[in-house]
């Protein structure tokens, strides 16, 4: 069964310095997500990605992050200057169709992140 | 804005035993979706279930089902027949109606006992 994947599964990194998480969704999805879950807190939805523009975010998806479809295959999440804050586990998603109501999103395994 | 609350951070059960898994939520639209999905340890997060607000008849996938309280805004899933591959984190989740943004609860921990 096809799966999304994620790369690396764990990153470390210092505080300030850029990092890029990388996803390949299932092949024939449309729509692309970002969550991320801090160590003991609930997942949280970060962005949404259709046809090359972001269709929604949250408040938590500021200037300091930038998603990115680079090539048919990939999809990228890069924080620009990380936080130690930003120390979580951020999960990748994808779906054939608009949101989890129409159609279900597919989870990849997750990048930890840590930012020393 | 919306809020999915799992009191129970974590659960254990008989293998063979029957176990529920609590969830409510807080909304005020009419149009939205719940979900119960599933993380095995070290795993991607699956959906085990899906219910449409609108809909009055609780889902059920094989040995999954929930009892869903649209007044109260509860929202249980009920595991028959444990198996240990049930052995996960389980998360309930919502979604507004045109949205696409998935709103989690903390999770419960279920143990599977042999």
């Known amino acids: 069964e096809p799966e999304v994947t994620q790369t690396p599964s764990h990153q470390v990194t210092q505080m300030g310095q850029e990092v890029i998480l990388r996803c390949v969704p299932i092949?024939?999805?449309?729509?692309f997500y970002w969550y991320r879950q801090i160590l003991g807190q609930k997942v949280e939805f970060l962005v949404s990605?259709?046809?090359?523009?972001?269709?929604?975010k949250s408040e938590i998806f500021d200037d300091q992050f930038s998603v990115e479809r680079p090539d048919g295959s990939n999809f990228t999440l890069k924080i620009r200057s990380t936080k130690l804050e930003d120390s979580a586990m951020y999960f990748c998603?994808?779906?054939?169709?608009?949101?989890?109501?129409?159609?279900?999103?597919?989870f990849g395994p997750g990048t930890r992140l840590t930012v020393l | 804005a919306q809020t999915v609350t799992q009191s129970q951070p974590e659960m254990s059960v008989q293998e063979a035993e029957t176990v529920t898994l609590s969830c409510t939520y807080d909304?005020?639209?009419?149009?939205?979706?719940l979900f119960w999905y599933k993380q095995p340890p070290s795993r991607q997060m699956i959906l085990v279930i899906r219910?449409?607000?609108?809909?009055?008849q609780n889902a059920t996938e094989n040995r999954f089902s929930v009892n869903f309280q649209k007044a109260a805004k509860s929202f249980s899933l009920k595991i028959s027949d444990s198996q240990l591959g049930d052995a996960a984190m389980y998360f309930c989740?919502?979604?507004?109606?045109?949205?696409?943004?998935?709103?989690f609860g903390k999770g419960t921990k279920l143990t599977v006992n042999p």
């Open positions: 998603a994808s779906s054939e169709r608009r949101g989890a109501s129409t159609d279900t999103q597919y």
């Open positions: 989740a919502y979604e507004t109606g045109g949205s696409e943004k998935l709103v």
């Open positions: 909304t005020s639209e009419s149009d939205y979706y």
């Open positions: 092949s024939n999805h449309l729509y």
């Open positions: 219910q449409e607000a609108y809909k009055q």
């Open positions: 990605f259709y046809n090359n523009e972001i269709s929604e």
